[in-house]
């Protein structure tokens, strides 16, 4: 673990904090750092690694990640204190005991509660620029907004970024390629081999202390991170748009990039990760729809999402809307508490390696806590612990807006409720599943299909006035089954309550 070398140096002037998601040489409070007068401090705070149910692999990715990171830095001859306290304030205060009551810098934090915590304390900010858009200029465009579509944001970010745009105009003549890009998935397919990342002193070193033993497939340095961008590029880059919400049964990671990780805490800067897809797009004869679908994903969904984030507010996190009371469903804590094929596969990959695509969060893990009517917060306090990428910023918006409806609309229209005709097109779980999604009442009804009914049946006068659900509101009038549903739907529940269904 790195320590203070701070002998031949000068006297400490400043003390520069960087948080565990903040790990940028170039980006952040390190880009004013000055080796000769700043003390450079990394706090492993208790409350971050016993406070809550984390993840073990999610612990160890952000723990050697850090340090990792601290050791770096000493190696380019910094100064740097990495500091175990019971908290981040007491590991500044303990640091600020040591050395002298210096004043603290910091980059803007990342959540609502720790911006509040330091501001407390004293802390000094520079600008949080760990993503395209600038705080205040999300605010700007979002402030001048009916509704929030992200297709209007992406649009804007496309020109306003110069990215696959000429005078205006997008490159190929659309804006968006969904319609090729929504492909269930492939039958006989050759998915490339995963990367593996090899552990050394370090990662065996915490993950030791974890108790645990890590999967390869997550990098803990820079260089990881950068060959990770390297073989998505080589490999997944050309094939990602068809295939990016299909949920086959035989490959977890698809063509997905696995980048999040490195793009939250600070590993890579989605500048850099951008600029490298758009040369190989430059250089080499990749498909439009999948480079497309690549960059929305980072110039659109990211940068949408931590703006709404903190646009939307600290108490947004908070709303229940749809009063969804059910508490967690055992199933999110083993999965082998449950007969549904895609749910348990689900929970069992994210028990595995803390990671699933958007779809299966979407479509099969958020539908879930959706149509169960499952606490709102519950479930968010479980995605924010079992993913690898799970910051405040993505889940919060991700969740209450998108995932639950929890929000009223704010964020999304309309709810992302499905039954099993979604699912049994674009995944390959239903074949082996102990339901059958085309049944709605009966025994082996998918659960899916029956709460889905369910759920517009107990909602339908919360969505009277939505425009955008009326026909799927409507089709509840077509059901002459509906007595016998809500009595399977009640066996469901309570099936699902117990760990049965
Ligand atoms: Fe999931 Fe229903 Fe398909 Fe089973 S039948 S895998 S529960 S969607």
């Given amino acids: 673990m790195p320590s203070d070398r701070a002998t031949e140096a000068k006297p400490f002037e400043r003390i520069l904090y960087v948080a565990f998601d903040h790990l940028s040489r170039d980006h952040g409070v390190l880009k004013t750092a000055n080796p000769a007068t700043d003390l450079i401090v990394l706090v492993e705070s208790a409350r971050m690694t016993t406070g809550r149910n ?78 395209l858009t600038s705080r205040g200029d999300f605010a700007l465009w979002a402030g001048s907004q009916k509704s929030f579509v992200m297709e209007n944001f992406y649009r804007a970010q496309r020109i306003r970024l110069g990215i696959m745009v000429t005078a205006g105009q997008p490159d190929g003549g659309r804006w968006n390629y969904d319609s090729e890009n929504r492909l269930p998935p492939p039958k006989n397919y050759s998915w490339p081999d995963y990367l593996e990342h090899d552990r050394d002193a370090i990662d065996v070193e915490v993950a030791t202390e974890l ?193 639950v409806h929890a929000d009223g609309g704010r964020l999304m229209t309309k709810p992302y409720a499905a039954g099993g005709a979604y699912l049994s097109r674009m995944t390959q779980y239903c074949k082996g599943c102990h339901y059958d999604p085309k049944l709605r009442v009966g025994e082996t009804a998918c659960p899916f299909t029956t709460l889905y009914w369910d759920f517009l049946d107990r909602h339908k006068d919360d969505f009277a006035k939505n425009h955008r659900m009326a026909q799927q509101v409507h089709g509840l009038k077509r059901l002459s089954d509906l007595p016998e549903l809500r009595l399977r739907a009640l066996e469901v529940l309570s099936g699902l309550d117990q760990g049965l269904v």
Avoid at 331 to 339: A, C, E, I, N, R
Wanted: proline residues 4%; aromatic residues 12%; charged residues 20%.
């Fill in 54 to 131: 984390w993840h073990a692999e999610r612990l160890f990715f952000l723990i050697s990640s850090a340090r990792h990171f601290a050791e770096r830095l000493e190696t380019e001859g910094f100064r740097v204190r990495y500091v175990k306290a019971p908290t981040t304030m007491d590991g500044l205060r303990q640091t600020q005991a040591e050395v002298g009551n210096l004043p603290i810098w910091a980059a803007e934090p990342s959540s609502f509660r720790q911006f509040a915590q330091l501001k407390e304390a004293g802390v000094n900010f520079i600008a949080n620029d760990f993503f």
């Fill in 211 to 403: 108790a645990m033993v890590p999967t390869k497939t997550w990098a803990t340095t820079r260089e990881g991170a950068l060959r990770q961008l390297d073989n998505f590029i080589e490999h997944h880059l050309n094939g990602f748009g068809p295939y990016e919400d299909a949920v086959p049964a035989d490959n977890w990671a698809l063509h997905h990039s696995l980048l999040s990780p490195y793009l939250n805490n600070g590993l890579l800067h989605p500048s850099q990760v951008i600029q490298t897809v758009l040369t190989a797009y430059r250089e080499r004869d990749l498909a439009i729809e999948s480079v497309e679908a690549f960059v929305r994903q980072v110039i659109g969904w990211r940068e949408y999402i931590n703006g709404m984030y903190w646009f939307l507010g600290e108490d947004y996190r908070e709303n229940n809307q749809l009063n969804a009371n059910r508490k967690l469903l055992p199933v999110f804590q083993d999965s082998s508490q449950t007969k549904m094929n895609c749910v348990r596969s689900t929970v069992a990959d994210i028990e595995e390696r803390a990671w699933a695509h958007h779809i299966p969060r979407l479509m099969i893990l958020s539908n879930l806590a959706l149509v169960t009517g499952t606490n709102p917060q519950d479930f968010l306090n479980w995605m924010r612990e079992r993913f690898i990428d799970a910051s405040e910023w993505v889940m919060v918006p991700n969740v209450i807006g998108m995932g």
